[in-house]
Structures are given as C-alpha cells and as structure tokens.
C-alpha cells in the first residue's frame, strides 16, 4: 500500500493475500495513520506488514508498537547492521527494542500475551544493493532474519542498469539472492511490481516463497485504463 486510504486498506485485507505491506519509505503514511490502516487490513485476516522509510532501530519500534505483523527493512547491507535491526525489532531479553503498553497490546491488556511474541518479530531484509548481495551468506547467517526480499530497482540502479530489471546483471544478483538463501534455509521473495501473473508463476518457479504482488495505485491504474481510449 502507498495511498493512506482505511477503505483501500480493507479492500486489500479481504483479497486473500496472506499479508499486505504499507509503505513508509516511498508511500504518503504518516505514524497516525497506522492504527486504521492496520485495522483495515486486519478485518479480512491479513497480516499488516510495514516497510519502514529507514533501516533505523527505533522505526521499527514505532510500526511493532502499532500492530504490525512484521517489519520489512530496506537498505540492508551488512550482517552487522542487521543484527542491531533484529535488536531493534524484540523486547529484551532477545532484544533490546523498549518495553511499553501500545496498540500492539491493546495498551497492556494483553501485555503478558504479546510478550511472546515480541520476543520473535517477523523480520525481512531487502536487498536492494551490490553491497547487500556481496555479504548475503552473511546477512543470511543472522539469527531472527524471517525472510529476504530483493528491492528490484534499487538493486538494478546500484549495478548501473536502473529499472532494467530483465538486464544480465541484474538477473545474476538476484540468482545469487536465491541461491544464498536456499543455502540458509531463508524464504528469499521479491517485489513483483507490475501486476502480471505470469511474472508471478516465474518468481515461484525460481525458488521464491517470499513475494509482494503489485501496489494500490497500480491496482487501480491498471483498473481504471480507458478501454477505448486511443493509443
């Protein structure tokens, strides 16, 4: 999601997808907005995601302490990194993320029952750069990493072939995403933007089990496209 709309949001969450990420980093969200959003999503049984706009500890305290099911991280590079990320995502004593009353919790009505669970936030890295692919056994190796999912422009643009998604290059990073990954026993997916089914088919037959499908505007782009309209 990109466009902080609750109806689109429910819209979504009764689609059948097994979670739906808002987007922080490129979407119009501000934090306020996250409780409806998340609520939306959950009316239809989905599992609100947020992509956070930063690799930052206390971004992903904030969407954790909104609902989110899980946190997907962009920019990661390191193993290092990573591991302060993971930190950022728990409450001690796996992590060092602060401990509170939040929605998450109903604001302490069931802080005994979310205690678990913030003890194992779902957690995805995206590999959106050179860098990131050349430490991926590494990144993969970290403890608490759920999923990779690659950043398919970004990591065309850091090889020099920005939004050549089809380039050589930048089909052999991301075989080496997948290859990594299956090595580690990591879901590896990546971001299927244009929604094609066929596209679709073709990432799962690659080994993918971790995939994002299309976004609300195109959703609607696609949908609204005159069909008389001369091209």
């Given at each position: 999601m990109q466009?902080?709309?609750?109806?689109?949001?429910?819209i979504l969450g009764d689609s059948g997808y097994d979670w739906v990420a808002?987007?922080?980093?490129?979407?119009?969200?501000?934090?306020?907005?996250?409780?409806?959003i998340f609520r939306a999503l959950e009316l239809g049984g989905t599992a609100p995601f947020a992509r956070i706009a930063e690799p930052l500890p206390?971004?992903?305290q904030q969407v954790l302490d909104a609902g989110a099911s899980g946190v997907i991280i962009p920019r990661v590079t390191s193993a290092t990194q990573l591991r302060e990320?993971?930190?950022g995502c728990n409450w001690p004593p796996s992590g060092k993320r602060g401990v509170?009353?939040?929605?998450?919790?109903?604001?302490g009505k069931y802080f005994e029952m979310y205690a678990a669970e913030a003890q194992q936030s779902f957690v995805v890295a995206q590999i959106e750069s050179a860098e990131a692919v050349a430490q991926l056994d590494?990144?993969?190796?970290?403890?608490?990493?759920?999923?990779?999912?690659?950043?398919?422009?970004?990591?065309?643009?850091?090889?020099?072939?920005?939004?050549?998604?089809?380039?050589?290059?930048v089909q052999k990073a991301v075989k080496r995403v997948i290859e990594s990954c299956r090595a580690a026993g990591v879901p590896s997916?990546?971001?299927?933007?244009?929604?094609?089914?066929?596209?679709?088919?073709?990432?799962?037959s690659d080994?993918?089990?971790?995939?994002?499908?299309g976004t609300d505007a195109i959703f609607m782009s696609v949908a609204v496209q005159n069909p008389i309209q001369p091209r």
């Open positions: 466009v902080p709309n609750a109806d689109f949001a429910e808002v987007d922080m980093e490129h979407g119009s969200f501000t934090r306020s907005q996250l409780h409806d206390i971004l992903c990320l993971v930190a509170g009353f939040s929605r998450a919790n109903l604001y590494e990144i993969c190796s970290v403890h608490g990493l759920d999923a990779v999912m690659v950043g398919p422009y970004d990591l065309s643009a850091s090889l020099g072939h920005t939004g050549e998604l089809d380039h050589p290059e997916g990546l971001h299927v933007v244009q929604p094609n089914p066929d596209q679709l088919r073709h990432a799962i080994g993918h089990q971790f995939l994002a499908y």
